[in-house]
């Protein structure tokens, strides 16, 4: 079954498609490229985080058109571009979306296990919380959140993107995540934490003095 892989932009895109090899590749205008994607189920995003491994406003648009994608019935599969684009760089491409295309459907052929699937997920048990300022830890940002300040954490793109969505500071990254927090003036008035990932806190006590921190743990399905 052929692949097609897209090197996403906002005003054109790279894409290739293949299945062992690629056999075909170029770059349309993003207004153009559902045409190449239409007969095709599974699609494989290039994921653009920032050298860290962090996210960057343009790894949230390239999540913002996957989410149009699965709406759409497509199976999107997000696969890290860094080492691509440093390496139409490196070749000095002029082609350089289509190239990059090439290289993230290789990469797939070659490592399809390297890639994540956007899926959405929800709280469980979701709950009304009212705040200033929360830190979030791998929790999707509900309706029935009122938060002002939102500092978070999560490599999951669907729940990273809900909680940019709402203004806040999301990181991949959890070193730079706790590091973050011990530079905070003033501590969140709550976390809001994934159960599955509590063993974390501990980490975030040694950061800073959460002893007397509000904890609200929730489920994820």
């Known amino acids: 079954m052929s692949i097609i892989a897209i090197d996403y932009?906002?005003?054109?895109?790279?894409?290739?498609?293949?299945t062992m090899?690629?056999?075909?590749?170029?770059?349309v205008k993003t207004s153009d490229i559902q045409k190449k994607m239409e007969k095709f189920r599974e699609i494989v995003l290039g994921l653009p985080l920032s050298m860290s491994g962090n996210y960057s406003t343009q790894t949230f648009e390239v999540i913002k058109f996957g989410l149009s994608l699965l709406k759409?019935?497509?199976?999107?599969?997000?696969?890290?571009?860094?080492?691509?684009?440093?390496m139409a760089k490196v070749y000095d491409k002029k082609d350089d979306d289509r190239f990059s295309a090439e290289q993230l459907l290789l990469?797939?052929?070659?490592?399809?296990?390297?890639?994540?699937?956007?899926?959405?997920?929800?709280?469980?048990?979701?709950?009304?919380?009212?705040?200033?300022?929360?830190?979030i830890v791998n929790v999707p940002c509900d309706k029935d959140f009122h938060i002002s300040k939102i500092i978070g954490y999560s490599e999951d793109p669907y729940i990273a993107y809900t909680m940019f969505k709402e203004g806040g500071f999301v990181y991949r990254v959890w070193n730079d995540f706790v590091q973050n927090l011990t530079?905070?003036?003033?501590?969140p008035d709550c976390v809001i934490i994934d159960n599955s990932m509590r063993n974390?806190?501990?980490?975030?006590?040694?950061?800073?003095?959460?002893?007397?921190?509000?904890?609200?743990g929730l489920d994820i399905k």
Request: with cysteine; net charge positive.
């Open 200 to 216: 974390k806190l501990s980490e975030l006590s040694d950061a800073r003095n959460w002893q007397n921190m509000k904890i609200i």
């Open 183 to 187: 530079l905070l003036e003033k501590l």
């Open 21 to 27: 090899f690629v056999s075909e590749s170029g770059t």
């Open 107 to 135: 990469d797939y052929l070659q490592a399809p296990d390297r890639t994540i699937e956007l899926k959405t997920s929800v709280a469980s048990k979701p709950q009304e919380i009212s705040c200033e300022c929360a830190a």
């Open 72 to 86: 759409a019935g497509k199976r999107v599969l997000f696969i890290d571009e860094r080492m691509t684009t440093k």
């Open 9 to 18: 932009g906002k005003s054109k895109c790279g894409y290739a498609i293949g």
